[in-house]
């Protein structure tokens, strides 16, 4: 009857949804995980208006910029509007021009808010001050207002007797009234209402809620926290504690590009140093907004610097306890599920992802997911006859190229390629498909008077390597990435079949210059400082090769759970108790199989036929053995990828974990994971 229901268990579980040729958070079984968008989204700010939710992020220098985001249940997503679809400024530095940029500058840290029948985004401008652009449509188009004035990564509250308020500041956080006409701030309105000294630093997301007024803010020393002031006055005075700290999901941060400059010239000495695995820096989940859905239920979405793929957003559930709005559950108030129950909203949505990437050119506009690396020369792009065409401009290299065409990468792995036409590059051009990070690299084609050589180029280390291209007109360029390592390669081919390396296997970083990830890169440009012919781009894929998660969880499996910190697989003692035993032990008591409990929720049994129980709580919270299977524990499965997994109870919300060092067995009192994976409360199963 056991191996009947297992069986059961698996097809049902195979069944629940086709498999996705794209990461969605949503598991399609009543449940999501983490991150809600598996590439770059930062600085989140989120409001409901009605049955919609509206999501706001950060876009730098990149154009289209300020990005939003429709939903109608928290978790699938889709990319519905941007704010302006070019900077409506003359300065060089908007258009990348005459070695001028805006770099991780741009526009930043937008604040969405609805009132009086439209929609407002404020957001900071390096140089030019606050901006707001409103719409009574949240498509567009947008009316942009230049409010200037020194507030910037700021909050905004609409207040119950219509003053419109800023909250912005870092440590010092400071309270402006704004002109209802969005003309500016109100002169002489700016108050102090939290001192310095306070913990609290920036990221603000100001609400009034039952009277009472919630600043969400985010400090980042010594590592990422998130906090919450409270105060019956808008003026205040404010006590503070923190909602969430530590949450990493265990995530490390990425390896960080240390460099004496900002976009520096090639041969400039770059220092990339091994990433610290124990440490949390800004990989915990931090600075986000806070929502309530239709039903009561409130629910934070936070970012987290997210390895090489950059800043990317996340959904955690929030308890409120004494007053204070905790990210978390109860019974582990501050830490947060990766996989959990989607919120409880009444409307069916077929999972998918936010963006479509790839990209045939065929149409008459691009795709929404493409942004331009500063303020695009729109006289020198175009879409002809089913490619994009990219007139060379002067430029030494591809950082300061001007009209590349960037998309953000998407993890945890994936594979992008795209066709390169050849034909009317001239002498000194360059064209192919880069990563525009610092440092950057590339691949490509370099045209040298009537010849043509294959060429690539990573800029960490300054290498480049040549090979004859020959006479070929189409070459098939391939960005080949693993993103949650932090590495990747380049390779090319001539056919399209057959693919070959080009380079080394490359560390990926993430940096503090431009502010993001790694962004999938096509450009071209002349070396020799004249305009000259053009590339032309065709076929633009990407294979998201980790997307399909139908197989993470071993439904109909018999399974070893190995324990990442000790390296063993955990036992069932025959008087009882989980430990664990020799790595070679391989006997039916280091064997388990689930049993689906629906919704992401599952009972372990050993194959001796015991289920897994909890007996007590905390410490003393032993993990038995039990014949009866009503007395099993309930543990949401917690997909960390890879065949990695924790187990969270649903009664207690803590997790299952052994201490590495004690000889202490299986207890159920870990909060979650550590950066590295290796504090007992990560597993690796394996059939």
Same mark, same amino acid.
């Given at each position: 009857?056991?191996?009947?229901?297992?069986l059961?268990?698996?097809?049902?579980?195979?069944?629940?949804?086709?498999?996705?040729?794209?990461?969605?958070?949503?598991?399609?079984?009543?449940?999501?995980? %983490?991150?809600?968008?598996?590439?770059?989204?930062?600085?989140?700010?989120?409001i409901?208006?009605?049955?919609?939710?509206?999501?706001?992020?950060?876009?730098?220098?990149?154009?289209?910029?300020? &990005?939003?985001?429709?939903?109608?249940?928290?978790?699938?997503?889709?990319?519905? !509007?941007?704010?302006?679809?070019?900077?409506?400024?003359t300065?060089?530095?908007?258009?990348?021009?005459?070695?001028?940029?805006?770099?991780?500058?741009?526009?930043?840290?937008?604040?969405?808010r609805?009132?009086? =029948?439209?929609?407002?985004?404020?957001?900071?401008i390096?140089?030019?001050?606050?901006?707001?652009?409103?719409?009574?449509?949240?498509?567009?188009?947008?009316?942009?207002?230049?409010?200037?004035?020194?507030?910037?990564?700021?909050?905004?509250?609409?207040?119950?007797?219509?003053?419109?308020?800023?909250?912005?500041?870092?440590?010092? @956080?400071?309270?402006?009234?704004?002109?209802?006409?969005?003309?500016?701030?109100?002169?002489?309105?700016?108050?102090? +209402?939290?001192?310095?000294?306070?913990?609290?630093?920036?990221?603000?997301?100001?609400?009034?809620?039952?009277g009472?007024?919630?600043?969400?803010?985010?400090?980042?020393?010594?590592?990422?926290? #998130?906090l919450?002031?409270?105060?019956?006055?808008?003026?205040?005075?404010?006590?503070?504690c923190v909602?969430?700290?530590?949450?990493?999901?265990?995530?490390?941060?990425?390896?960080? #590009?240390?460099?004496?400059?900002? +976009?520096?010239p090639?041969?400039?000495?770059?220092?990339?140093?091994?990433?610290?695995?124990?440490a949390?820096?800004?990989?915990?989940?931090?600075?986000?907004?806070?929502?309530?859905?239709?039903?009561?239920?409130?629910?934070?979405l936070?970012?987290?610097?997210?390895?090489? &793929?950059?800043?990317?957003?996340?959904?955690? /559930?929030?308890?409120?306890?004494?007053?204070?709005?905790? @990210?978390?559950?109860?019974?582990?108030?501050?830490?947060?599920?990766?996989?959990?129950l989607?919120?409880?909203?009444?409307v069916?949505? *077929?999972?998918?992802?936010?963006?479509?990437? %790839?990209?045939?050119?065929?149409?008459?506009?691009?795709?929404?997911?493409?942004?331009? %690396?500063?303020?695009?020369?729109?006289?020198?792009?175009?879409?002809?006859?089913?490619?994009?065409?990219?007139?060379?401009?002067?430029? *030494?290299?591809?950082?300061?190229?001007?009209?590349?065409? #960037?998309?953000?990468?998407?993890?945890?792995?994936?594979? #992008?390629?795209?066709?390169?036409y050849?034909?009317?590059?001239?002498?000194?051009? @360059?064209?192919?498909?880069?990563?525009?990070?610092?440092?950057?690299?590339?691949?490509?084609?370099?045209?040298?008077?009537?010849?043509?050589?294959?060429?690539?180029?990573?800029?960490?280390v300054n290498?480049?390597?040549?090979?004859?291209?020959?006479?070929?007109?189409?070459?098939?360029?391939?960005l080949?990435?693993?993103?949650?390592?932090?590495?990747?390669?380049?390779?090319?081919?001539?056919? =399209?079949?057959?693919?070959?390396q080009?380079?080394?296997?490359?560390?990926l !970083?993430?940096?503090?210059?431009?502010?993001?990830?790694?962004?999938?890169?096509?450009?071209?440009?002349?070396?020799?400082?004249?305009?000259?012919g053009?590339? *032309?781009?065709?076929?633009?894929?990407?294979?998201?090769?980790?997307?399909?998660?139908?197989?993470?969880?071993?439904?109909?499996?018999?399974?070893?759970?190995?324990?990442?910190?000790?390296?063993?697989?955990?036992?069932?003692? /025959?008087h009882?108790?989980?430990?664990?035993?020799?790595?070679?032990?391989?006997?039916?008591?280091?064997?388990?199989?689930?049993?689906?409990?629906?919704?992401?929720?599952?009972?372990?049994?050993c194959?001796?036929?015991?289920?897994?129980?909890?007996?007590?709580?905390?410490?003393?919270g032993?993990?038995?053995?039990?014949k009866?299977?009503?007395?099993?524990? &309930?543990?949401?499965?917690?997909?960390?990828?890879?065949?990695?997994?924790?187990?969270?109870?649903?009664?207690?919300?803590?997790?299952?974990?052994?201490? /590495?060092?004690?000889?202490?067995p299986?207890?159920?009192?870990?909060?979650?994971?550590?950066?590295?994976?290796?504090?007992?409360a990560?597993f690796?199963?394996?059939?």
């Amino acid at each position: 009857m056991r191996t009947i229901a297992l069986l059961f268990a698996y097809f049902i579980a195979m069944s629940v949804a086709a498999q996705p040729k794209s990461w969605t958070a949503d598991n399609g079984n009543g449940t999501f995980t %983490n991150p809600l968008l598996y590439d770059e989204f930062s600085d989140p700010d989120i409001i409901r208006v009605g049955d919609d939710y509206y999501l706001a992020g950060t876009t730098m220098h990149t154009v289209p910029g300020l &990005v939003i985001l429709h939903s109608k249940d928290l978790v699938n997503w889709e990319n519905i !509007s941007y704010c302006f679809d070019r900077f409506d400024f003359t300065d060089d530095q908007f258009w990348l021009r005459n070695h001028k940029e805006i770099y991780g500058q741009g526009i930043w840290a937008p604040c969405i808010r609805y009132a009086n =029948g439209q929609f407002y985004v404020y957001s900071n401008i390096n140089g030019k001050g606050l901006q707001c652009y409103t719409s009574k449509d949240i498509r567009g188009p947008w009316e942009h207002h230049n409010m200037q004035g020194n507030i910037y990564d700021l909050s905004v509250l609409f207040d119950d007797d219509g003053k419109i308020y800023a909250i912005h500041g870092y440590g010092e @956080v400071k309270c402006t009234e704004l002109k209802p006409d969005m003309s500016g701030p109100i002169d002489g309105t700016e108050r102090v +209402i939290i001192p310095n000294g306070s913990a609290v630093g920036e990221g603000h997301h100001m609400y009034k809620i039952n009277g009472m007024y919630y600043l969400i803010s985010t400090d980042y020393r010594p590592n990422g926290r #998130t906090l919450c002031s409270r105060s019956k006055s808008i003026w205040g005075p404010y006590e503070t504690c923190v909602i969430t700290a530590d949450e990493t999901f265990g995530y490390h941060p990425a390896p960080f #590009t240390l460099v004496d400059g900002r +976009i520096v010239p090639d041969g400039t000495k770059f220092t990339i140093p091994e990433a610290d695995k124990d440490a949390t820096a800004a990989t915990n989940i931090h600075q986000g907004g806070i929502v309530q859905t239709q039903k009561g239920e409130w629910w934070a979405l936070l970012m987290m610097d997210f390895h090489s &793929v950059g800043r990317t957003v996340t959904l955690a /559930p929030m308890t409120w306890i004494d007053g204070w709005p905790m @990210v978390g559950l109860s019974g582990n108030p501050g830490r947060s599920p990766r996989t959990w129950l989607k919120p409880d909203i009444d409307v069916s949505v *077929e999972p998918h992802a936010a963006y479509e990437r %790839n990209e045939t050119f065929d149409g008459k506009e691009l795709g929404r997911v493409w942004q331009w %690396n500063h303020n695009p020369d729109d006289r020198m792009w175009s879409l002809t006859k089913g490619r994009l065409r990219l007139q060379t401009m002067p430029s *030494e290299q591809l950082m300061w190229a001007r009209n590349s065409l #960037t998309q953000r990468v998407i993890g945890p792995s994936s594979v #992008t390629t795209v066709e390169l036409y050849t034909k009317n590059m001239k002498d000194g051009d @360059v064209a192919g498909l880069g990563n525009i990070n610092v440092p950057c690299s590339w691949i490509g084609i370099v045209k040298t008077g009537k010849s043509q050589t294959l060429r690539f180029f990573e800029q960490a280390v300054n290498d480049t390597i040549d090979q004859p291209a020959g006479n070929a007109e189409k070459v098939y360029l391939r960005l080949v990435g693993d993103y949650d390592n932090n590495r990747a390669h380049y390779e090319y081919s001539f056919d =399209g079949t057959n693919y070959s390396q080009l380079g080394r296997e490359m560390t990926l !970083s993430y940096q503090t210059i431009s502010f993001q990830g790694s962004r999938a890169s096509l450009f071209a440009f002349n070396v020799k400082g004249s305009n000259g012919g053009y590339a *032309e781009f065709d076929n633009f894929t990407v294979e998201e090769t980790a997307a399909d998660r139908s197989g993470n969880i071993p439904y109909g499996k018999s399974f070893r759970i190995m324990n990442l910190a000790t390296g063993k697989p955990m036992i069932a003692l /025959p008087h009882g108790l989980m430990h664990d035993t020799r790595a070679d032990d391989k006997s039916k008591q280091t064997y388990f199989h689930i049993i689906d409990k629906g919704k992401g929720q599952v009972v372990l049994q050993c194959e001796d036929g015991r289920y897994v129980f909890v007996s007590g709580f905390g410490l003393p919270g032993d993990v038995r053995l039990t014949k009866e299977e009503s007395k099993a524990e &309930v543990f949401m499965w917690q997909d960390f990828l890879n065949k990695e997994f924790m187990l969270m109870s649903m009664r207690t919300n803590r997790y299952v974990g052994k201490s /590495p060092t004690t000889g202490s067995p299986y207890s159920m009192d870990y909060k979650g994971a550590d950066p590295a994976r290796r504090n007992g409360a990560v597993f690796r199963w394996e059939e």
